[in-house]
Every structure is written in structure tokens, then in C-alpha cells.
């Protein structure tokens, strides 16, 4: 099989899907491997290195899509790419398709074969540590007088308090804010629907974080504390209401800092939109906020590199096995699949889009196999099903 690495092309986006290293493990297992030109340049990784590796350095993306029997990147398809998109063929990458109609309508059309990546990692994606992590940072970077922010340093001074910082939830991104925050003293409470992770976080910081049960009236009842809000909760696309609309914003102090790392369109904050790396920051009702789409871009080496060990057996799996047999081996790889030769196989987009969708497990045959289990992806259901057959 021919494997591509492209090139990222979203704004701010300077992240590679595989490094020289993963490339050399994918040659190792018999395939051709194809780079690019300078797709891993902004990261740290010249097209040399995945040259010495075994990789073709491609000049145009042009010749990629048409050489590639399995293309992958890291961020969404951008409408450029649409027309590149071919019957058959294989594309991994954060497609985030119940958000992007337009997206998955060209992915349709194409017949091409998805697997959205947000949806295949089994131990949390790498990116989103990174998100919480450089996240907090840059909420105290917006913190900063200099950007807008009140001037509140985050530990405190000799007698001065350090800051107060909720974060609203706790998974994988909360829980990468609240490492970073909680080490440089600030007072972080964390909200979340789950009280086991509260437990487990108040027992993991020896009860020096304060926990709460996340509700809208319980964010409103500490916003007048608050120096710092961190969003790290994926709001159900389908939903209306907010956790913080804009009349809240006002219970905090002008100079105080919003922080939308989920950064969902519609999403969990009522002011929250979309903003990138050139142009991050904004004010709303006295409350600086930040909210670029692809904050891991920022730390596009280490990224890079945790992401791409993390995906390789992903990748291995489906190039040596084939996509079928990876789908019955790897549950993850299943519940991401998002489209097949036309056909919608990923049930929140249904759910959200009201497309019809067959389960990836019937459209490919394997339904009366033993398969590789996996918890659903989100919480949104669809009955809609495509009346239809392999």
C-alpha cells in the first residue's frame, strides 16, 4: 500500500501526522511511503530526515492525493482539498464531521473512505493533553496587563493572593490545565457531571483543589471569584443553552480571562469563536478571551511527536491488515470510521446532521464477528439507519 504524509494547510496549523521515526517503522513493515514537500518543515522535521528514512519527498499535494492509496494529516479536510478526494480512497485526520456539514458532504460525494482521528485514540489523544496544558499557559499569557488582562500573577506574590481558576470539566484537557496550573500555585476548582472524576482528581491533588458538581447555577455562584474560566467540555452539538452566556460574564471583574479550549461551534460558551495564533484574543463584556481552534499548533514539535507514536499502530494495523480487519481488531478504529464509498458510518453526525448512517460493522461485513470492543464516542444516538447492504 502507498501511504501519504501531507501537508497541513489550516491556518496556524504547523503539526505533522508522522515524523521521520514513525516513517521508518512503516517502511520497516513493506510499505512505500510518500512526504510532502515541507510537511513536517515548521515542526522541526526536514524533508532530508524523511528521505533517510525511506520516504519519497512529493513535490505537490496535486501528487499526493493521486499517488496515495491512504492519505493522512492532522487537521480537518480544507475546502481546497475537496476536489482531491477520490473514490476508494483512505484519509485519517480530525474531520470533526457532526460539526462540518459542507466537510462531510464533499467526503460523501468523493466516495472516498474516512476515519475521523479525534475518535480513535483509546488512551485520550495526545492532543488534547496538550490543549489543557499549553491552554493554562496561554490563559496566563492573556492574564497579562500587556494583553488586556487584570495583572494577576498566577502563584502571588509576597503579599499578593495568586489567582482563583475554575476549569469546567475534567477529562484528559481539564486535567492537562489543572497539572500546569495547580504547579504554579494558583487555587484551581474543577467542575465536572462525573463524581468519580472529581473524586479522583481531589484524591490525585491530596484535597488541595476544590471540586464541584458542574451546573450553570454553580458557575455563576464562583464567576464573581473567578480571575480564570478554562473550558475543556465537549458541549452535545445538538444543544441550545450555554453553561456561561453573556450576561454571566458580567459577575466577573473587567480583565478577567475566558479561556474556550473546546472551542465547539455551537458550543458550551455563548461568546466563544473561533480565533487563530495571529489574532487570539478578544473582549467581551469586560472579559478577555481566548479561543484559537488549534492551540497544540502552538508546540508543533512535541506535539508531533507525541501524537505521532500514539497513531502509528493505528496506521501499522490498517496498512497491513486492511481496513476490514483492522476495524474486527481495533474497536477505536470502528467507532471512527466516518464514511464508506458514499455512505455515512458515523451515527453523531447523524444524530446532530440528520443524515442517515449504517454501522460501520454491517456496511463492512462484520457485524457476526468477534470484534474488539469499544464504548461509543459520544453520547449522541441515531436510529436513522441506511436501509442497505454491503
Known amino acids: 500500500m502507498i501511504f501519504g504524509v501531507l501537508k497541513d494547510i489550516k491556518e496556524g496549523e504547523y503539526r505533522v501526522i508522522c515524523t521521520p521515526m514513525e516513517v521508518a517503522s512503516i517502511v520497516g513493515a513493506g510499505h512505500t511511503v510518500l512526504v510532502e514537500k515541507d510537511c513536517g518543515a515548521k515542526a522541526g522535521f526536514p524533508d532530508e530526515a524523511y528521505a533517510k528514512m525511506g520516504a519519497t519527498v512529493v513535490e505537490t499535494a496535486k501528487e499526493m492525493w493521486e499517488k496515495c492509496d491512504f492519505v493522512a494529516k492532522v487537521k480537518e479536510i480544507e475546502p481546497s482539498e475537496y476536489g482531491y478526494l477520490r473514490e476508494g480512497q483512505m484519509i485519517y485526520c480530525c474531520i470533526h464531521p457532526a460539526g462540518h456539514p459542507e466537510e462531510v458532504q464533499a467526503i460523501l460525494d468523493s466516495k472516498c473512505i474516512a476515519i475521523t482521528a479525534e475518535d480513535s485514540h483509546r488512551f485520550g489523544s495526545p492532543n488534547c493533553e496538550a490543549a ?5 499557559l496561554f490563559g496566563l499569557e492573556s492574564m497579562l496587563t500587556i494583553n488586556g488582562g487584570k495583572g494577576k500573577f ?22 492537562g490545565a489543572l497539572s500546569v496550573l495547580h504547579a504554579l500555585g494558583a487555587n484551581v476548582t474543577v467542575m465536572d457531571i462525573n463524581a468519580g472524576i472529581l473524586r479522583l482528581l481531589g484524591d490525585r491533588y491530596n484535597q488541595k483543589i476544590n471540586t464541584m458538581y458542574c451546573t450553570k447555577e454553580a458557575i455563576a455562584s464562583v464567576l464573581p471569584q473567578t480571575d480564570m474560566v478554562i473550558n475543556c467540555v465537549k458541549w452535545p452539538k445538538q444543544r441550545k443553552d450555554f453553561l456561561i452566556d453573556k450576561e454571566m460574564l458580567k459577575l466577573m471583574e473587567p480583565g478577567s480571562v475566558l479561556v474556550d479550549i473546546s472551542n465547539d461551534d455551537p458550543g458550551a460558551i455563548e461568546s466563544s469563536h473561533e480565533t487563530h495564533h495571529d489574532n487570539p484574543r478578544y473582549v467581551v463584556n469586560g472579559v478577555v478571551h481566548y479561543c484559537v481552534s488549534n492551540i497544540p499548533g502552538a508546540v508543533a514539535y512535541s506535539t508531533s511527536v507525541a501524537l505521532a507514536g500514539d497513531t502509528l499502530p493505528l496506521l501499522l494495523n490498517i496498512l497491513n491488515n486492511g481496513l476490514t480487519e483492522a476495524c474486527v481488531r481495533d474497536g477505536f478504529i470502528r467507532r471512527s470510521l466516518t464514511a464508506y464509498k458514499g455512505l455515512l458510518t458515523h451515527e453523531e453526525t447523524s444524530g446532530i446532521q440528520g443524515r442517515p448512517w449504517i454501522r460501520p460493522e454491517d456496511v463492512l461485513g462484520i457485524a457476526e464477528r468477534k470484534l474488539d470492543p469499544a464504548p461509543p464516542a ?4 441515531s436510529t436513522n439507519f441506511i436501509t442497505c447492504c454491503k
Not at 502571588?156 to 486535567?175: D, E, H, K, Y
Open 132 to 136: 489543557g496544558k499549553q491552554g493554562a
Open 378 to 381: 459520544t453520547t449522541t444516538r
Open 154 to 175: 498566577v502563584g502571588g506574590f509576597a503579599g499578593a493572593p495568586g489567582m482563583n481558576v475554575l476549569i469546567l470539566g475534567g477529562g484528559v484537557v481539564g486535567q
